[in-house]
């Protein structure tokens, strides 16, 4: 029998995503939605009280509801049934938090009338349905890849109008998140870790219900391919036929969007055999990074788009906004200056600095994960590293990578909380550090797609720049107490 907290944790959950369609209804991201409005003037509007209202409540139900069985549902069956629930309504509601799906559909319109959108914005290539499309991205080239170009110009190509592409877009999207739905059981039994926790995480966050299925972005396809290229890779370790298979789903996912590529090396690692050794790892990661480039020049001739998409990328970080640590940090060394009267304009100097970091950290990240992996086959050579243990290391490593992306990028959105959420459900250890932020980040986007983050600039810097460094001068302290500890130790 279910326990009585949980059903009431359902409910709960269920009465926030029907409020949350309401609040779509009432002031979504609708076609007609008027465009850089506040959270004063959506008030001020005659359904703007009713929907902010239903917004707060049923997000913080939804929120609640999901942070109440953090540490795993009464069973997996159980949080399948639940998520689905939650989901329902906000598959039937506009889209919520976002006008990305907008930019989406008049990309695939682009594309399907035969205008290069890697190099042409939706204005200039004359889209129908520019009025819906957020003014920031009119004039700049789709950053996505090949592949969901191609499935964009399929949703116009069935859906017609602007209406009946958004519908397809979304059936796409929930197909994306369906992919992964399949994946997840598997994966999380190659790490040992409860099904029920890895699903419940996974699917039933309010950001994959209002960002994935109601805003129908991108990531949930991403994502899908993603899972599902690791579960091949886990289940069939070291044969040739699964690494390609594996390493051409990667690829995909990256086609659809670029930063999955930083799971691709980890994937390596899954795939290795019992005895990690230098050869093995070489020979591995040829079969799969054979896959993976041959879905690159596919899908990539298939469009007719060369790599034309991997420009547009550089105008991803066009929006600013001190929800990227980065940016945020950015911003209070441009505040200081302006203090001292100069203008150091830092933004761009702080992000260049921080993709760097991130390189680094990547590295370190991976190289960490193959000396467990060489060091555990090491401590017990006459077996080598245990299936379970080598699925769990290689599938952090990948989680902890999507983290650290997330973190520092140039631009952080909600809905990029959700590229690391389902591989931290499979490996983490502890769920507080990672679902409360995640939480926090339902509460960024108003319904109609308003960012909260853009009216609270100054604020939201300087408690971010504090919050890091916070947990930088914590970690430090961390690490000496550990190699203190070492010390004493010896």
């Not at 290795?272 to 001739?301: I, K, N």
């Amino acid at each position: 029998m279910t326990a009585p907290g949980a059903s009431l944790s359902r409910y709960a959950g269920l009465v926030g995503a029907v409020l949350l369609a309401v609040a779509g209804y009432l002031g979504g991201a609708l076609p007609d939605a008027p465009l850089g409005v506040t959270p004063a003037s959506i008030w001020r509007t005659p359904d703007g009280p009713a929907t902010l209202t239903c917004w707060l409540i049923g997000t913080v139900l939804l929120v609640g509801a999901w942070w109440s069985l953090r540490d795993g549902a009464p069973s997996t069956r159980w949080a399948y049934v639940t998520a689905g629930l939650w989901a329902l309504p906000l598959l039937l509601a506009p889209p919520l938090g976002s006008r990305d799906v907008y930019s989406y559909a008049c990309q695939g319109w682009t594309y399907a009338h035969g205008v290069d959108p890697y190099t042409v914005g939706v204005e200039a290539a004359g889209c129908p349905w520019l009025d819906t499309v957020a003014p920031i991205w009119r004039d700049t080239p789709a950053p996505y890849g090949p592949v969901f170009v191609l499935l964009a110009a399929l949703a116009v190509g069935l859906g017609g109008g602007l209406t009946g592409t958004i519908v397809a877009l979304r059936v796409i999207a929930v197909a994306g998140l369906l992919l992964a739905a399949l994946c997840l059981p598997a994966l999380a039994r190659a790490a040992g870790v409860p099904a029920r926790r890895a699903v419940w995480l996974a699917l039933a966050g309010p950001l994959v219900g209002v960002h994935l299925v109601a805003g129908a972005h991108n990531d949930a396809v991403m994502l899908g391919l993603l899972l599902c290229g690791l579960l091949v890779v886990v289940r069939r370790p070291g044969r040739p036929a699964a690494l390609l298979l594996a390493g051409a789903l990667l690829g995909l996912a990256v086609t659809v969007k670029a930063s999955a590529v930083v799971v691709v090396p980890f994937a390596v690692l899954a795939g290795m055999p019992d005895q990690p050794t230098v050869r093995a790892l070489l020979r591995h990661a040829g079969w799969l990074a054979g896959g993976l480039v041959a879905a690159l020049l596919v899908t990539s001739a298939v469009s007719g788009l060369g790599f034309g998409w991997v420009g547009g990328l550089t105008h991803s970080g066009d929006s600013e906004q001190w929800t990227s640590p980065p940016t945020a940090v950015g911003f209070v060394v441009d505040y200081a200056g302006a203090l001292v009267g100069r203008d150091p304009q830092a933004v761009p100097v702080v992000r260049a600095v921080a993709l760097l970091l991130l390189v680094g950290v990547l590295l370190v990240l991976w190289w960490r994960a193959w000396q467990t992996l060489r060091g555990l086959n090491d401590a017990r050579p006459e077996v080598g590293c245990a299936p379970v243990v080598r699925s769990r290391v290689a599938l952090h490593g990948a989680a902890l990578a999507l983290v650290a992306t997330v973190v520092l990028s140039p631009v952080f959105h909600p809905w990029y909380a959700t590229w690391p959420l389902a591989l931290l459900a499979l490996t983490a250890a502890r769920t507080t550090w990672f679902v409360l932020p995640t939480a926090a980040a339902a509460f960024l986007a108003l319904p109609d797609g308003t960012n909260l983050a853009r009216v609270t600039k100054a604020p939201g810097a300087l408690a971010m720049t504090a919050l890091l460094l916070t947990v930088l001068i914590r970690t430090l302290r961390t690490a000496r107490t550990r190699r203190r500890c070492r010390r004493c130790r010896r």
